[in-house]
Nanobody
């Protein structure tokens, strides 16, 4: 498994932008497909975005498509989530996750990812 640490969360106003980072350990970071998930209070963890090994395949949820951009820099063992035009409904704890080798492509399912970060809080005020 890979160790993951998220950063970049905070309190912003509706309409603002924010960039989350997810740093991974190990020399095999580029063999993990990755994803971002979020969990709001009282709700289940939900898929936000996913990215394949070499960034050739991107997935987005319907609620974030067009506003969020997922990317990764394998040389830095880091994945990013650029969030724009944030709204109150985006308030949640955001988690990054890794899907183990040999699965090259991400999915939208929590159960397909076996390494998780501790989460970073994003709060959007109206």
């Amino acid at each position: 498994q890979v160790q993951l640490v998220e950063s970049g969360g905070g309190l912003v106003q509706a309409g603002d932008s924010l960039r989350l980072s997810c740093a991974g350990t190990g020399r095999t970071f580029n063999t993990y497909s990755m994803g971002w998930f979020r969990q709001a209070p009282g709700k289940e963890r939900e898929f936000v975005a996913g990215i394949s090994w070499e960034s050739s395949h991107l997935l987005y949820s319907d609620s974030t498509k067009g506003r969020f951009t997922i990317s990764r820099d394998n040389a830095k063992n880091t994945m990013y989530l650029q969030m724009s035009n944030l709204n109150v409904e985006d308030t949640a704890v955001y988690f990054c996750a890794a899907r183990p080798f040999p699965f090259q492509f991400p999915t939208t399912l929590v159960r397909d990812f076996d390494s998780w970060g501790q989460g970073t809080q994003v709060t959007v005020s109206s």
